[in-house]
């Protein structure tokens, strides 16, 4: 989140889209509810009248896989009506830089400058802005030249008229009116409007367009650093945050820098590439500071050399590659893998098309499963369609404790960094994940020792005495610590004189040489001298800050505390809020007051958005790998042959597989339904530990498919009875809920019917409780994430 | 009037099933053995080792779901409790009423009444016998927490402040106030039984929308509405006073 969940309650108007936060995030709703006693709007565009909708002033249904239609549709209803805030558009977003001539879009083709067929890629250099002599983009703060990013916007979206989001959406027109006349009140100057969005807008091969699109209206509508404003994702875990924040994720490291190439051979290399330029002395573009983050990570690795000869140690991508989950079983099914570490996650449930990674994981020699309990990843040899005979995966169980009996941190939705102590002790032999992770490295890196191997070096080194206490067990408070970040040796910055061992008090005093550690740059100042700032519970806070609940002294955020991001966008150029009711910051003269803001320099002394390299909020945005505007295309398994925005129905740069299990259904008239996947309150995830949990699966016993009286008069399915799900990648028995509400869509002139079905089943437990309704989910994803496309797909539904 | 009294807002219910979970975890109720019998509702019914349940009901108008109401029901804590007039009848330790909050008790020695002439006294449908021990059962306002300070279970774990909990006077007047802000949008919001009982619902429309047993106003009796049993019932015992 750009902002937090107190925050929520500041805003004057919720759209929740992409979610069902009442349901998925309950919560959320105490901030939610605390908004509608002050008068907010609660709007919730969904393609089902959830818990949520109940609780909403305006319930828009729409066809899931639609929403570039209706945002895009937003965006036009707000360049229209002149509904932007201008001042805001013109000083702290791209809009009046000039594009390049070399880009252009085809509204028949439905496709950008620089697409390569042949590659299915797009040459993003053909999205550049132009330059003057000194590097800085050209502007036209008038917004009228023919080449600036306004009026590029506003002819790109010309054709998103409500005529073709309603046929699209199949939303009727007075709804989609409704929802856009609510929601662009907030372009006002003291108002703010926020978006509570989830995975209904990320599963999908347009799921980054999704959020993009979003954004952008935001960026329009001055809705960005402001209180009851920004883009807000509500996370699916408790700490997914967290360990997005410590990058699990292949294509990047520790504090959001980028996984090292093979191309790179040097740390001088590495820098370079990733490490922006920007000549405009008025653009902080913060991410110049990118080596120092890049050495002081190494460093925390590798803590007895210097950077410069640890960074070959790094694990390197070949330029291009994708390694993410859906590549990675798809790499696991043709045999690729010898081995593999499902730790604390479910694929054989979680993952797109359940039956290929049931296949994939019987391809290993073997796998070690971390976990709580028994599931279908460390089962699947014995699932439904195996046979255990023919599998020669060996499987090990390690298991391992839960959260309330380990003692560290998680990191919210917000960036808050909370930390927790043990409540109970571990069962049994139960062991938390870092002692577990500890271990293993020490033996790995004793059979290295003893045994040699091709390559022992970036496994022998590790410095795995930062991760332990004196009696060398597993101390989350060192390792905190070492994310934090210590100086190395008695090192002088900016000024100060820090002794060797010395907390880093945040990442203004990091270096680029080695003198200091840092395991995250952006969790530099969570534990400081002071202590464990995360473990903070103070409800202390000013006026200002009570106003809007910024709470700065509970727990702790990244980056340094700031509460919400790119805050200098909450003021004019002379640092008066612009919504005086509800300040984030201001400047009283001499200094800022409120929250921390971005970056302490004078009001108007440097652009807004410090983190971009320009400086300014990006509504064009030439980064994606599928455009710099998102465009509409429907889901790679879709109802209808054409749509009204262009020739080209399907995302060109979509993640797409070769192979027998990678056979997609559209205009399929075996399989004519829309179908998406869904959560309940009383579940989570795949399951994995809810389903053991018998007040939860009272309240929720079986994997059921909701469906509309219509729907199921045409099938002649009864409430309750049990149904057969169905498509080429599998077969589901659920439980038919009819319900009035689904309501069957109007698309493109057709019924178009929708079903939904919640992913928390898995064969292993209950035993009547039904299986993944992944095993009906496509294995194709977003061109920039690899997500899969699992709110959007096609099945048949039939009596059993 | 003393005691205490819940106030439920059901404009801010979001059915999350927080309230019918902890209810379960502080008695340490069993699970019940359940079905998707096509609705979210589960379990289906208020049981012996069920005492909190949140009621799902639709509203339908043309086809287009206009509302989707939740209902988390329990005793009502009456303020003159039928249960346990009657039981009195039989055995005055039976069913207790806490002089200090005004909650309603059910003993052990319930088994030996008639349960189904127990359940047929409450207007609500609420208490539930044992089939094998013949006890019967229902929310005790969690008394053992109440007389400790803490808040009940359910009104602990509600997010959105649907539950509340506290002195009669103060649940009273937050539910008025309620009544008066949510009458803006929901013109047709009243509060349920706010004078007989001590668990005070919001309900943003009409009571049986949400649930049959909602109010006491048509009562499971057709003979008699509340005040007519209350006073045949009082009347045999006048006489045998006398």
């Avoid at chain 1, 066809?63 to 932007?84: A, C, H, T, V």
């Avoid at chain 1, 875990?237 to 090292?260: A, R």
């Avoid at chain 2, 020695?109 to 059962?137: F, H, M, Q, V, W």
Wanted: proline fraction near 7%; glycine fraction near 8%.
């Amino acid at each position: 989140m750009t902002n937090h969940w107190i925050d929520l309650k500041n805003s004057d108007c919720i759209l929740i889209m992409g979610s069902n936060a009442a349901e998925n995030h309950p919560i959320s709703f105490k901030w939610v509810m605390k908004a509608k006693d002050k008068g907010a709007t609660l709007i919730h565009v969904d393609p089902r009248f959830t818990r949520t909708s109940s609780k909403a002033d305006i319930y828009a249904p729409l066809r899931s896989g639609s929403d570039i239609g209706f945002l895009g549709g937003m965006i036009k209803y707000i360049l229209d009506n002149e509904l932007y805030f201008k001042e805001y558009v013109v000083n702290y977003t791209n809009a009046s830089f000039i594009v390049n001539k070399s880009y252009s879009f085809d509204e028949k083709d439905g496709l950008f400058a620089g697409f390569d067929p042949k590659t299915g890629t797009y040459d993003k250099t053909a999205w550049a802005f132009e330059m003057d002599t000194n590097g800085v983009p050209k502007q036209d703060p008038s917004l009228k030249d023919p080449r600036c990013v306004f009026q590029i916007l506003k002819k790109h979206y010309e054709r998103y008229d409500l005529d073709k989001v309603s046929t699209i959406t199949g939303t009727p027109k007075d709804k989609i009116l409704a929802v856009y006349k609510a929601y662009t009140a907030t372009g006002k100057a003291d108002k703010s409007g926020t978006i509570m969005y989830a995975m209904g807008w990320t599963q999908h091969t347009v799921g980054v367009q999704n959020i993009r699109c979003m954004a952008m209206a935001q960026l329009l509508l001055g809705n960005i650093g402001v209180a009851g404003g920004g883009v807000n994702a509500l996370r699916g875990e408790s700490n997914v945050q967290g360990s997005t924040d410590h990058c699990l994720l292949f294509h990047i490291i520790p504090g959001y820098l980028k996984t090292p190439k093979a191309s790179q051979p040097t740390l001088e290399a590495y820098n370079k590439k990733y490490t922006p330029v920007s000549s405009d002395p008025k653009s902080a573009n913060w991410w110049q500071h990118y080596p120092k983050y890049s050495a002081s990570l190494i460093k925390s690795m590798y803590l007895k050399q210097d950077p410069v000869e640890a960074y070959p140690w790094m694990p390197k991508l070949d330029d291009g590659q994708n390694a993410s989950f859906l590549v990675m079983f798809d790499e696991m099914l043709k045999g690729r893998f010898k081995g593999f570490f499902s730790w604390g996650q479910n694929p054989a449930a979680g993952l797109a098309n359940s039956n290929k990674s049931r296949n994939a994981l019987a391809k290993l020699d073997w796998m070690v499963v971390v976990n709580i309990f028994d599931n279908e990843t460390a089962s699947f040899w014995k699932g439904p369609g195996m046979d255990p005979k023919k599998i020669d995966t060996e499987v090990f169980f390690l298991p391992c404790a839960v959260s309330v009996e380990k003692e560290g941190s998680i990191t919210n939705s917000g960036r808050w960094m909370q930390w927790r102590y043990a409540g109970a002790k571990p069962l049994a032999d139960t062991r938390p994940d870092g002692d577990i992770i500890l271990e293993l490295t020490r033996k790995i890196q004793e059979l290295y020792r003893k045994e040699g191997g091709s390559y022992p070096d970036p496994v022998v080194n590790l410095s795995t005495d930062q991760w332990a206490d004196d009696h060398g067990e597993y101390d989350p408070h060192k390792v905190a610590r070492l994310i934090n970040g210590f100086f190395t040796k008695d090192t002088t910055v900016k000024g100060k004189t820090f002794k060797a061992g010395t907390q880093v008090p945040s990442f203004a005093y990091l270096t680029d040489d080695g003198s200091t550690c840092s395991a995250n740059w952006l969790y530099c100042g969570s534990y400081t001298e002071k202590g464990n700032m995360s473990a903070r519970r103070d409800k202390a806070q000013n006026d200002a800050q009570a106003e809007i609940g910024l709470y700065p002294n509970w727990s702790w955020c990244w980056p340094v505390n700031r509460r919400i991001l790119y805050n200098r966008a909450s003021v004019d150029l002379q640092g008066k809020p612009y919504a005086p009711n509800k300040p984030v910051i201001a400047w009283n003269g001499s200094k800022w007051v409120g929250d921390v803001p971005d970056g302490g320099w004078k009001p108007g002394d440097r652009h807004a958005f410090i983190m971009r390299k320009h400086g300014f909020g990006q509504i064009f945005g030439p980064g994606r790998a599928d455009g710099p505007l998102p465009e509409y295309y429907e889901p790679l398994e879709c109802p209808i042959e054409e749509h009204p925005f262009s020739k080209r129905l399907h995302n060109p740069t979509a993640l797409k597989f070769k192979g027998d299990m990678e056979q997609r259904f559209f205009c399929d008239p075996r399989y004519p339904f829309v179908c998406s996947t869904y959560r309940v309150t009383e579940h989570w995830q795949s399951g994995v530990m809810t389903r053991w949990q018998p007040w939860l699966i009272e309240a929720e016993p079986q994997v059921f498919v909701e469906m509309s009286p219509e729907l199921a008069k045409l099938r002649g399915i009864e409430n309750g009875e049990m149904v057969a799900v169905e498509n080429g990648r599998g077969t589901l028995d659920c439980v038919a809920i009819v319900t009035p509400r689904f309501k069957p869509f109007k698309v493109m002139g057709q019924t178009i019917h929708q079903v939904g079905i919640p992913w928390h089943y898995g064969w292993v437990h209950p035993k009547d409780g039904g299986d993944a309704a992944n095993l009906l989910t496509p294995s194709v994803g977003d061109p920039n994430t690899g997500i899969p496309e699992t709110k959007a797909f096609m099945v048949n539904v039939r009596k059993k | 009037m003393e005691g205490k009294s819940f106030f439920i807002d059901l404009t801010r219910c979001t059915a999350c099933r927080g309230c019918q979970v902890a209810c379960k975890q502080w008695h340490k109720l069993p699970a019940e053995k359940t079905k998707n019998w096509g609705s979210h509702q589960n379990p289906k019914d208020l049981s012996f080792i069920t005492y909190k349940l949140v009621r799902f009901q639709e509203v339908v108008k043309d086809g287009d779901v206009t509302d989707w109401l939740f209902f988390p029901e329990q005793c009502r804590h009456c303020v003159e409790p039928p249960c346990k007039y009657v039981a009195d009848a039989y055995d005055e330790k039976a069913i207790l009423k806490d002089p200090n909050t005004g909650a309603v008790i059910f003993t052990e020695r319930t088994k030996a009444l008639d349960a189904e002439e127990i359940r047929e006294s409450c207007p609500y449908n609420i208490p539930r016998a044992d089939a094998a021990s013949g006890i019967i059962s229902k929310c005790d306002m969690c008394l053992d927490r109440v007389e400790n300070g803490l808040l009940p279970a359910c009104v602990q774990t509600c997010p959105t402040g649907a539950m509340n909990f506290g002195d009669r006077e103060d649940m009273l007047e937050l539910a008025n106030e309620r009544l008066a802000t949510v009458k803006k949008q929901y013109p047709d919001a009243v509060l349920g039984d706010p004078d007989e009982t001590r668990v005070i619902y919001l309900y943003q429309m009409e009571p049986m929308s949400y649930y049959e047993f909602a109010v006491a106003g048509i009562s499971p009796m057709p003979l008699y509405n509340r005040k007519q049993m209350l006073a045949k019932l009082f009347t045999p015992l006048r006489t045998s006073r006398g």
